[in-house]
């Protein structure tokens, strides 16, 4: 199973709106990061997040993280139509490989609609 | 130098062909990765290559062989492929443990007839 939920799994929205977007995960982590992507294009790396942080921004994002709910959320201001994207939010998990690997989650698809 | 560059980035292939991805990036990284993702799915981990040392998920089937010529080139070498098997390969890098920030090539697109 998923290490992370996301949801919502798809969200529209009109340009100079927020979007939000949320991220639960099962076990405990050190770090947790949101990546975007374009359709049919890699991941971009957008923020991370440690275990011990709260909040953090980056421009026009904010993003949250609540250990004792093992959840997070990512909060898109004042979209614009070139956010339109897949939004995954990842973890650092134990790995049956070896170490820890980068775990991602379900997956929001944001439109932003002109 | 920011950049993982992977070729091809379209490739179709029978089920008897062998072929091979390639994935180079010289940011000076130690660890390489290879992702599979289908559409609408998340990547799904399948090899990690960190100082050269090979770590596999074991639900991959042996007809993916990675190799890693060294730490700035990754192959994947596809044998005996089925149509399942059609997804976008993403390679990716990470300089050391302390950035755990991924950097992603942007994909082979690989269709199995």
């Known amino acids: 199973s998923q290490q992370g939920e996301e949801d919502p799994q798809a969200l529209s929205i009109q340009e100079g709106e927020n979007a939000t977007m949320n991220c639960s995960y099962k076990?405990?982590?050190?770090?947790l990061q949101w990546y975007r992507q374009n359709s049919g294009r890699g991941l971009v790396h957008l923020i991370l997040i440690r275990s011990n942080e709260r909040e953090k921004h980056s421009g026009r994002l904010r993003v949250t993280l609540d250990t004792s709910k093992k959840s997070s959320s990512l909060l898109i201001t004042a979209s614009r139509a070139a956010d339109t994207a897949s939004y995954f939010c990842?973890?650092?998990?134990?790995w049956g490989g070896g170490g820890n690997k980068l775990t991602f989650g379900t997956g929001t698809q944001l439109k932003v609609e002109l | 130098d920011t950049e993982v560059t992977q070729t091809p980035k379209h490739l179709v292939m029978g089920m008897t062909n062998k072929k091979s991805l390639k994935c180079e990036q010289h940011m000076g990284h130690r660890a390489m990765y290879w992702y599979k993702q289908k559409a609408k799915k998340p990547p799904e981990l399948m090899f990690v290559y960190s100082y050269e040392k090979l770590s596999i998920n074991e639900s991959v089937p042996s007809r993916f062989s990675p190799e890693c010529p060294n730490s700035s080139l990754l192959n994947l070498h596809l044998h005996a492929l089925q149509p399942e098997d059609s997804a976008l390969y993403l390679c990716?890098?990470?300089?050391?443990?302390?950035?755990?920030?991924?950097?992603f090539g942007s994909g082979t697109q690989l269709s199995v007839l």
């Open positions: 076990t405990s982590i050190n770090n």
């Open positions: 990842a973890t650092d998990v134990p």
């Open positions: 990716a890098s990470m300089s050391d443990r302390l950035n755990e920030k991924l950097f």
